[in-house]
């Protein structure tokens, strides 16, 4: 599996920026692997030596139907070698991801929603025979996770004051604040939640037991929940690919940085402030909103078919 590690700090320059006095800086996570996106390699890293230790050879895990860590699992036990089954929330459904999935091994097990909520009974029902199934929560939430996420955070060589990350479980913010607290930085973590509520980071850092220092969460770039998205956001990736080269995703990362350029108008950063946000990855997401984009941009249709 080769992995592009540790993974690259380029500048981002814009007038705004300028303008502000602000130096912004992106950590490319996007670029670790094609297939196993960001923050899901560093999620995995730890749960695989983990898996690898118990000699472990059958990999379960758990997902919506796009889900990017089902997508880095399969990928992650085909390199290895390892089987991989992928439960996947909600009624049978077909679509470029698990396609890819399947192609790389994965079998595929629908359940519905109900059932879906208790994961472990799940796995006792459908594994409780196979003593190499091993066990991996949706999204690669765990300890070795929040481990793993603390590498963004060590791999870098320079200090910032704000380091801007998109939440979804809570489980990389909590790796990097994890980081940010051993190396005692002055840094202030500054946390974009992607779902509506987002009193969730505060069970994140109960339950890994993350001392709760210096962090903030800005609340108002959701767009009105989990995976839901408006034209603005849309229109924002569009123009952001095309001023950056960078493809920003309508799930997390475009939310991210969405509330990051808002944040900067309005004067959240004094002038002279390092920035640095984390791409955590997760293209793959725009390919669930495939023919919206290129409906905008019909450059996107080439850009989108070379994604998986
Ligand atoms: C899964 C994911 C996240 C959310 O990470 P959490 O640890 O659950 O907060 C952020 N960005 C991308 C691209 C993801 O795929």
């Known amino acids: 599996m080769k992995l592009n590690l540790p993974s690259p700090v380029q500048e981002i320059h814009s007038p705004l920026y300028l303008e502000k006095g602000l130096r912004v800086f992106v950590k490319r996570d996007d670029l670790i692997h094609p297939l196993i996106s960001g923050n899901k390699w560093r999620k995995l890293k730890y749960i695989l030596s983990d898996a690898q230790d118990q ?3 059958h990999l379960v895990t758990f997902g919506g139907a796009y889900s990017n860590h089902l997508l880095a699992c399969a990928a992650a036990a085909n390199y290895n ?3 991989c089954t992928g439960v996947v929330r909600g009624e049978q459904v077909k679509n470029e991801i698990l396609d890819k999935c399947a192609a790389l091994g994965m079998r595929l097990i629908f359940v519905d929603r109900e059932r879906y909520r208790n994961k472990h009974q799940i796995f006792k029902e459908l594994f409780e025979k196979d003593d190499q199934a091993y066990f991996i929560d949706e999204g690669g939430a765990s300890e070795e996770a929040v481990q793993g996420c603390e590498e963004i955070i060590t791999e870098l060589h320079a200090t910032f004051d ?4 998109a939440a979804g479980t809570g ?6 604040l994890a980081a940010i607290n051993k190396q005692e930085l002055n840094t202030r973590l500054q946390l974009i939640p992607v779902l509506k509520d987002g009193d969730f980071f505060n069970q994140a850092i109960d339950k890994y037991a993350i001392p709760d220092t210096s962090f903030e969460l800005h609340k108002n770039y959701h767009f009105g929940g989990y995976a839901k998205y408006n034209d603005q956001l849309l229109e924002f990736i569009i123009d952001y690919y095309h001023q950056h080269e960078i493809l920003l995703d309508q799930v997390y990362t475009a939310k991210l ?3 990051l350029d808002d944040l900067i108008r309005s004067d959240f950063f004094k002038p002279g402030e390092h920035l640095l946000w984390i791409h955590t990855g997760g293209k793959t997401g725009l390919l669930g909103i495939k023919e919206k984009l290129i409906a905008k941009a019909p450059e996107f249709r080439q850009i989108l078919e070379e994604i998986l």
Do not use: D, E, P, Q
Not at 162 to 165: K, P, R, S
Not at 171 to 176: D, E, P, Q, Y
């Open 257 to 259: 940085v969405f509330g």
């Open 162 to 165: 704000h380091i801007l990350c």
């Open 55 to 57: 000699a472990k050879t």
């Open 81 to 83: 070698g390892l089987n």
């Open 171 to 176: 489980s990389t913010a909590a790796g990097i």
